[in-house]
Protein backbone atom coordinates (compact mmCIF):
# COMPACT_ATOMS: atom_id res chain seq x y z
CA UNK A 1 0.00 0.00 0.00
CA UNK A 2 2.90 2.35 -0.32
CA UNK A 3 5.33 4.50 2.13
CA UNK A 4 4.10 3.88 6.22
CA UNK A 5 2.34 6.65 6.79
CA UNK A 6 2.21 6.01 10.39
CA UNK A 7 5.40 4.34 11.80
CA UNK A 8 5.55 3.64 15.89
CA UNK A 9 9.03 2.27 16.68
CA UNK A 10 10.15 0.02 19.90
CA UNK A 11 7.35 1.86 21.95
CA UNK A 12 7.98 1.26 26.12
CA UNK A 13 5.43 2.50 28.86
CA UNK A 14 5.77 1.59 32.90
CA UNK A 15 3.38 2.20 35.11
CA UNK A 16 6.16 2.01 38.45
CA UNK A 17 7.58 -1.63 37.67
CA UNK A 18 4.92 -2.98 35.30
CA UNK A 19 5.71 -2.35 31.77
CA UNK A 20 2.44 -2.00 30.14
CA UNK A 21 4.23 -1.88 26.43
CA UNK A 22 7.07 -3.79 25.97
CA UNK A 23 9.11 -2.94 22.32
CA UNK A 24 6.10 -2.59 20.16
CA UNK A 25 6.32 -1.63 16.95
CA UNK A 26 3.73 -1.44 14.32
CA UNK A 27 3.28 0.82 10.88
CA UNK A 28 0.51 2.18 8.91
CA UNK A 29 0.07 2.59 5.13
CA UNK A 30 -2.18 5.33 3.41
CA UNK A 31 -5.46 3.60 2.78
CA UNK A 32 -4.84 1.10 4.67
CA UNK A 33 -7.17 -0.57 7.92
CA UNK A 34 -5.44 -2.13 10.81
CA UNK A 35 -7.04 -3.75 13.73
CA UNK A 36 -5.49 -3.68 16.99
CA UNK A 37 -6.54 -6.98 19.66
CA UNK A 38 -5.64 -8.41 22.39
CA UNK A 39 -7.27 -9.38 26.08
CA UNK A 40 -7.77 -7.05 28.17
CA UNK A 41 -4.69 -5.13 29.46
CA UNK A 42 -2.77 -6.07 26.30
CA UNK A 43 -2.08 -2.57 26.03
CA UNK A 44 -4.42 -1.44 23.19
CA UNK A 45 -5.43 1.77 24.63
CA UNK A 46 -2.20 2.98 26.29
CA UNK A 47 -0.66 2.45 22.95
CA UNK A 48 -3.51 4.79 21.23
CA UNK A 49 -2.66 6.95 24.31
CA UNK A 50 0.90 6.97 23.17
CA UNK A 51 0.35 7.35 19.06
CA UNK A 52 -1.96 10.30 19.69
CA UNK A 53 0.51 12.07 22.24
CA UNK A 54 -1.76 11.92 25.42
CA UNK A 55 0.64 9.98 27.27
CA UNK A 56 5.10 9.76 27.10
CA UNK A 57 7.00 6.60 26.07
CA UNK A 58 9.50 5.70 28.30
CA UNK A 59 11.43 4.68 25.07
CA UNK A 60 10.58 4.00 21.48
CA UNK A 61 9.30 6.91 18.38
CA UNK A 62 6.52 7.65 16.71
CA UNK A 63 6.55 9.10 12.83
CA UNK A 64 4.02 10.62 10.97
CA UNK A 65 4.63 11.06 7.36
CA UNK A 66 7.98 10.63 7.99
CA UNK A 67 8.37 13.40 10.68
CA UNK A 68 9.22 12.54 14.19
CA UNK A 69 6.57 13.48 16.25
CA UNK A 70 7.33 11.81 19.66
CA UNK A 71 7.83 14.91 21.34
CA UNK A 72 4.53 16.76 20.22
CA UNK A 73 1.55 17.45 22.41
CA UNK A 74 -1.86 15.93 20.92
CA UNK A 75 -2.78 19.24 19.67
CA UNK A 76 -0.26 19.60 17.61
CA UNK A 77 -0.49 15.72 16.38
CA UNK A 78 -4.64 16.60 15.36
CA UNK A 79 -3.68 19.52 13.40
CA UNK A 80 -1.05 17.21 11.82
CA UNK A 81 -4.49 15.32 10.48
CA UNK A 82 -4.02 12.52 13.40
CA UNK A 83 -7.34 12.11 15.19
CA UNK A 84 -9.02 9.93 17.28
CA UNK A 85 -11.86 8.42 19.12
CA UNK A 86 -11.92 7.53 22.47
CA UNK A 87 -13.17 4.18 24.38
CA UNK A 88 -15.43 6.87 26.23
CA UNK A 89 -17.15 8.84 24.60
CA UNK A 90 -15.71 12.44 24.48
CA UNK A 91 -18.29 15.64 23.79
CA UNK A 92 -18.82 18.60 24.80
CA UNK A 93 -22.56 17.59 25.73
CA UNK A 94 -24.12 21.38 26.31
CA UNK A 95 -23.14 21.82 22.74
CA UNK A 96 -25.81 20.62 19.88
CA UNK A 97 -24.64 18.24 17.73
CA UNK A 98 -23.30 20.32 14.96
CA UNK A 99 -21.54 22.56 17.31
CA UNK A 100 -19.89 19.99 18.44
CA UNK A 101 -18.50 18.65 15.16
CA UNK A 102 -17.91 22.03 13.79
CA UNK A 103 -15.74 23.05 16.99
CA UNK A 104 -12.95 20.06 15.13
CA UNK A 105 -12.61 23.19 12.61
CA UNK A 106 -12.08 26.20 14.53
CA UNK A 107 -8.79 25.71 14.79
CA UNK A 108 -8.35 27.00 11.32
CA UNK A 109 -9.12 30.54 12.40
CA UNK A 110 -11.30 32.91 10.37
CA UNK A 111 -9.29 36.29 10.46
CA UNK A 112 -9.55 39.52 11.84
CA UNK A 113 -10.07 38.30 15.64
CA UNK A 114 -12.67 39.68 18.57
CA UNK A 115 -13.49 42.98 16.07
CA UNK A 116 -14.39 40.70 12.61
CA UNK A 117 -16.95 38.33 14.92
CA UNK A 118 -18.28 41.87 16.30
CA UNK A 119 -18.98 43.50 13.06
CA UNK A 120 -19.37 40.44 10.99
CA UNK A 121 -16.47 40.64 8.72
CA UNK A 122 -17.61 39.26 5.31
CA UNK A 123 -14.73 36.73 4.71
CA UNK A 124 -14.90 35.99 8.35
CA UNK A 125 -18.82 35.28 8.23
CA UNK A 126 -18.05 33.24 4.83
CA UNK A 127 -15.47 31.13 6.72
CA UNK A 128 -17.98 30.34 9.42
CA UNK A 129 -20.39 29.18 6.93
CA UNK A 130 -18.19 27.40 5.06
CA UNK A 131 -17.49 24.95 7.81
CA UNK A 132 -21.02 24.72 9.21
CA UNK A 133 -21.49 23.17 5.61
CA UNK A 134 -18.89 20.74 5.90
CA UNK A 135 -20.12 20.06 9.46
CA UNK A 136 -23.43 19.06 8.30
CA UNK A 137 -21.78 17.24 5.31
CA UNK A 138 -20.27 15.17 7.96
CA UNK A 139 -23.16 14.49 10.16
CA UNK A 140 -25.33 13.60 7.35
CA UNK A 141 -22.72 10.83 6.18
CA UNK A 142 -22.84 9.65 9.68
CA UNK A 143 -26.85 9.72 9.84
CA UNK A 144 -26.98 12.98 12.34
CA UNK A 145 -28.93 15.36 10.05
CA UNK A 146 -32.25 14.81 12.14
CA UNK A 147 -30.19 15.42 15.66
CA UNK A 148 -28.03 18.41 13.92
CA UNK A 149 -29.80 21.05 16.44
CA UNK A 150 -30.00 18.64 19.55
CA UNK A 151 -27.98 19.43 22.83
CA UNK A 152 -25.19 16.63 22.24
CA UNK A 153 -25.43 15.26 26.02
CA UNK A 154 -29.06 14.42 25.49
CA UNK A 155 -27.96 11.43 22.56
CA UNK A 156 -28.04 7.85 23.74
CA UNK A 157 -24.34 6.44 23.43
CA UNK A 158 -24.69 4.63 20.16
CA UNK A 159 -25.86 8.30 18.57
CA UNK A 160 -23.12 9.60 20.77
CA UNK A 161 -20.35 7.44 19.25
CA UNK A 162 -21.45 8.49 15.69
CA UNK A 163 -20.81 12.43 16.87
CA UNK A 164 -17.68 11.74 17.69
CA UNK A 165 -17.10 9.56 14.57
CA UNK A 166 -18.46 12.92 12.53
CA UNK A 167 -16.06 15.26 14.50
CA UNK A 168 -12.67 12.86 13.79
CA UNK A 169 -13.53 12.41 9.92
CA UNK A 170 -15.42 16.11 9.62
CA UNK A 171 -11.54 17.91 8.36
CA UNK A 172 -10.23 15.08 6.58
CA UNK A 173 -7.89 13.04 8.57
CA UNK A 174 -4.59 11.01 7.66
CA UNK A 175 -5.00 8.76 10.25
CA UNK A 176 -7.66 8.04 11.98
CA UNK A 177 -7.74 6.08 15.82
CA UNK A 178 -10.69 4.52 16.07
CA UNK A 179 -10.79 2.84 20.06
CA UNK A 180 -13.75 0.18 20.37
CA UNK A 181 -16.44 1.99 17.62
CA UNK A 182 -18.73 -0.37 17.23
CA UNK A 183 -19.79 0.00 21.89
CA UNK A 184 -22.94 0.59 21.80
CA UNK A 185 -24.47 0.81 18.38
CA UNK A 186 -27.19 -1.25 16.99
CA UNK A 187 -26.92 -3.11 13.89
CA UNK A 188 -28.09 0.10 11.09
CA UNK A 189 -25.18 2.30 13.39
CA UNK A 190 -22.34 -0.44 12.94
CA UNK A 191 -23.17 -0.63 8.95
CA UNK A 192 -23.04 2.87 8.81
CA UNK A 193 -19.69 3.03 10.43
CA UNK A 194 -18.28 0.30 8.22
CA UNK A 195 -18.93 2.55 5.05
CA UNK A 196 -17.76 5.28 6.62
CA UNK A 197 -14.31 3.59 7.43
CA UNK A 198 -14.93 1.79 3.84
CA UNK A 199 -14.63 5.76 2.30
CA UNK A 200 -12.60 7.43 4.47
CA UNK A 201 -10.07 4.81 4.19
CA UNK A 202 -10.23 4.37 -0.13
CA UNK A 203 -11.38 7.26 -1.18
CA UNK A 204 -9.43 10.24 1.37
CA UNK A 205 -6.57 7.91 1.26
CA UNK A 206 -6.34 7.64 5.32
CA UNK A 207 -4.65 4.96 7.64
CA UNK A 208 -7.32 3.83 10.10
CA UNK A 209 -5.90 1.78 13.27
CA UNK A 210 -8.93 -0.12 14.43
CA UNK A 211 -9.52 -1.11 18.23
CA UNK A 212 -12.57 -3.39 18.26
CA UNK A 213 -13.61 -6.18 20.35
CA UNK A 214 -16.53 -7.04 17.70
CA UNK A 215 -14.30 -9.37 16.24
CA UNK A 216 -16.30 -10.34 13.36
CA UNK A 217 -16.78 -6.13 12.28
CA UNK A 218 -13.08 -5.94 12.99
CA UNK A 219 -11.73 -8.57 10.73
CA UNK A 220 -14.46 -7.63 7.95
CA UNK A 221 -13.00 -4.17 7.55
CA UNK A 222 -9.25 -4.59 8.34
CA UNK A 223 -6.50 -5.59 5.36
CA UNK A 224 -3.95 -6.22 8.41
CA UNK A 225 -4.29 -7.09 12.22
CA UNK A 226 -1.83 -6.70 14.77
CA UNK A 227 -2.49 -8.90 17.91
CA UNK A 228 -1.08 -7.44 21.19
CA UNK A 229 -0.30 -10.18 24.48
CA UNK A 230 0.99 -8.89 28.01
CA UNK A 231 1.97 -5.45 25.98
CA UNK A 232 3.95 -7.01 23.61
CA UNK A 233 3.10 -7.92 19.92
CA UNK A 234 2.15 -11.67 19.71
CA UNK A 235 1.34 -11.77 15.71
CA UNK A 236 0.82 -9.89 12.65
CA UNK A 237 -0.59 -10.55 9.85
CA UNK A 238 -4.06 -10.64 7.05
CA UNK A 239 -7.52 -11.48 9.38
CA UNK A 240 -7.34 -14.95 7.74
CA UNK A 241 -3.79 -15.49 8.92
CA UNK A 242 -4.20 -14.28 12.49
CA UNK A 243 -7.59 -16.01 12.91
CA UNK A 244 -5.57 -19.16 11.96
CA UNK A 245 -2.36 -18.59 14.40
CA UNK A 246 -2.44 -21.40 17.11
CA UNK A 247 -0.49 -18.87 19.47
CA UNK A 248 -3.44 -16.48 18.55
CA UNK A 249 -5.94 -18.98 19.11
CA UNK A 250 -4.42 -19.74 22.76
CA UNK A 251 -3.96 -15.92 23.80
CA UNK A 252 -7.16 -14.86 22.61
CA UNK A 253 -9.42 -16.10 20.10
CA UNK A 254 -10.63 -19.08 22.85
CA UNK A 255 -8.61 -22.05 21.31
Known amino acids: MGTALLE?????????????????????????????????GAGKTTLFDVISGIRNPQ??????????ITSWSPIRRSRAGMHRTFQVVQMFGWLSVLDNVTAALDWEG????????????PT?????????????AALEACGLSAMADQPAGSLPIGLARMVELARA??????????DEPTSGLDATEAHRLAD?????????????????????FLMRQCHRVVVLNLGEVLAVGTPEEVRADPAVRAAYLGG
Do not use: Y
Open 8 to 40: VNDISVRFGGIAAISGVSLSLAPGEVCGLIGPN
Open 59 to 68: GGRVALDGKD
Open 110 to 121: GGGGFLADLVAF
Open 124 to 136: RTTRNRDRRERAR
Open 169 to 178: TVDNPKVLLL
Open 196 to 216: QIAVISSENNCGVLLVEHDMD
